[in-house]
Nanobody, 119 residues
Framework: QLQLVESGGGLVQAGGSLRLSCAVL????????MGWYRQAPGKERESVAN???????NDADFVKGRFIISRDNVKNTVSLQMNHLKPEDTAVYYC?????????????WGQGTQVTVSN
Protein backbone atom coordinates (compact mmCIF):
# COMPACT_ATOMS: atom_id res chain seq x y z
CA GLN A 1 0.00 0.00 0.00
CA LEU A 2 1.33 3.41 -0.98
CA GLN A 3 2.26 5.72 1.88
CA LEU A 4 3.81 9.14 2.11
CA VAL A 5 5.71 9.46 5.39
CA GLU A 6 6.82 12.88 6.60
CA SER A 7 9.48 13.64 9.15
CA GLY A 8 11.33 16.66 10.48
CA GLY A 9 8.64 18.83 12.03
CA GLY A 10 8.97 20.34 15.47
CA LEU A 11 9.25 23.49 17.55
CA VAL A 12 11.67 26.24 16.56
CA GLN A 13 12.17 29.88 17.44
CA ALA A 14 11.48 32.61 14.94
CA GLY A 15 14.42 32.99 12.59
CA GLY A 16 15.37 29.36 12.92
CA SER A 17 15.37 26.52 10.41
CA LEU A 18 13.77 23.13 9.97
CA ARG A 19 14.03 20.51 7.27
CA LEU A 20 11.03 18.40 6.33
CA SER A 21 11.42 15.14 4.47
CA CYS A 22 8.91 12.85 2.81
CA ALA A 23 9.53 9.28 1.77
CA VAL A 24 7.32 7.17 -0.47
CA LEU A 25 6.69 3.64 0.72
CA UNK A 26 5.15 0.90 -1.36
CA UNK A 27 5.49 2.57 -4.78
CA UNK A 28 8.45 2.54 -7.10
CA UNK A 29 7.39 4.87 -9.93
CA UNK A 30 8.32 8.53 -9.85
CA UNK A 31 5.45 10.90 -9.33
CA UNK A 32 4.81 13.68 -11.83
CA UNK A 33 4.62 16.24 -9.04
CA MET A 34 5.74 16.12 -5.42
CA GLY A 35 5.48 18.89 -2.93
CA TRP A 36 4.20 20.38 0.28
CA TYR A 37 1.01 21.94 1.51
CA ARG A 38 0.26 23.40 4.90
CA GLN A 39 -2.77 24.12 7.00
CA ALA A 40 -2.82 26.52 9.91
CA PRO A 41 -5.56 26.42 12.57
CA GLY A 42 -8.76 27.92 11.25
CA LYS A 43 -7.38 28.31 7.73
CA GLU A 44 -7.64 26.38 4.49
CA ARG A 45 -4.90 24.12 3.27
CA GLU A 46 -2.54 26.01 0.97
CA SER A 47 0.24 25.07 -1.38
CA VAL A 48 3.76 25.80 -0.17
CA ALA A 49 5.94 24.44 -2.97
CA ASN A 50 5.96 21.64 -5.50
CA UNK A 51 8.39 20.23 -7.98
CA UNK A 52 7.88 18.22 -11.15
CA UNK A 53 9.93 15.17 -12.00
CA UNK A 54 11.82 17.37 -14.48
CA UNK A 55 12.83 19.86 -11.81
CA UNK A 56 10.34 22.67 -12.45
CA UNK A 57 9.43 24.42 -9.21
CA ASN A 58 6.30 26.27 -8.24
CA ASP A 59 6.45 27.94 -4.83
CA ALA A 60 4.22 30.36 -2.99
CA ASP A 61 5.17 34.01 -2.71
CA PHE A 62 5.27 33.79 1.06
CA VAL A 63 8.17 31.30 0.99
CA LYS A 64 10.28 32.76 -1.78
CA GLY A 65 13.80 33.37 -0.54
CA ARG A 66 13.19 31.33 2.63
CA PHE A 67 12.12 27.77 1.74
CA ILE A 68 13.85 25.46 -0.71
CA ILE A 69 12.20 22.36 -2.16
CA SER A 70 14.21 19.47 -3.50
CA ARG A 71 13.49 15.93 -4.59
CA ASP A 72 15.44 12.80 -5.28
CA ASN A 73 13.89 10.83 -8.12
CA VAL A 74 16.07 7.82 -7.39
CA LYS A 75 15.10 7.59 -3.73
CA ASN A 76 11.56 8.89 -4.43
CA THR A 77 11.77 11.53 -1.72
CA VAL A 78 10.96 15.21 -1.46
CA SER A 79 12.33 17.66 1.09
CA LEU A 80 11.62 21.19 2.21
CA GLN A 81 14.39 23.25 3.76
CA MET A 82 12.74 26.02 5.74
CA ASN A 83 14.89 28.98 6.77
CA HIS A 84 14.10 32.28 8.47
CA LEU A 85 10.94 30.79 9.92
CA LYS A 86 8.21 33.12 11.14
CA PRO A 87 5.41 32.51 13.66
CA GLU A 88 2.94 32.68 10.77
CA ASP A 89 4.61 29.59 9.29
CA THR A 90 3.13 27.58 12.15
CA ALA A 91 0.95 24.87 10.60
CA VAL A 92 0.64 21.20 9.86
CA TYR A 93 2.70 20.48 6.77
CA TYR A 94 1.57 17.76 4.40
CA CYS A 95 3.54 15.93 1.77
CA UNK A 96 1.74 15.65 -1.55
CA UNK A 97 2.27 13.55 -4.64
CA UNK A 98 0.49 13.47 -7.97
CA UNK A 99 0.58 10.92 -10.73
CA UNK A 100 -1.15 11.18 -14.08
CA UNK A 101 -1.67 8.08 -16.18
CA UNK A 102 -3.50 8.94 -19.36
CA UNK A 103 -6.62 10.84 -18.29
CA UNK A 104 -6.52 9.53 -14.73
CA UNK A 105 -5.08 11.80 -12.06
CA UNK A 106 -4.18 10.28 -8.70
CA UNK A 107 -3.26 12.32 -5.66
CA UNK A 108 -1.71 11.16 -2.43
CA TRP A 109 -1.20 12.81 0.93
CA GLY A 110 0.92 12.18 3.97
CA GLN A 111 -0.44 12.28 7.50
CA GLY A 112 1.12 15.68 8.19
CA THR A 113 3.84 16.94 10.48
CA GLN A 114 3.45 19.83 12.91
CA VAL A 115 5.71 22.86 12.58
CA THR A 116 5.49 25.40 15.38
CA VAL A 117 7.44 28.66 15.29
CA SER A 118 7.60 30.61 18.53
CA ASN A 119 8.28 34.30 19.00
Amino acid sequence: QLQLVESGGGLVQAGGSLRLSCAVLGFATNFDVMGWYRQAPGKERESVANMTRFGDINDADFVKGRFIISRDNVKNTVSLQMNHLKPEDTAVYYCYAQLRVGLQLSEYWGQGTQVTVSN
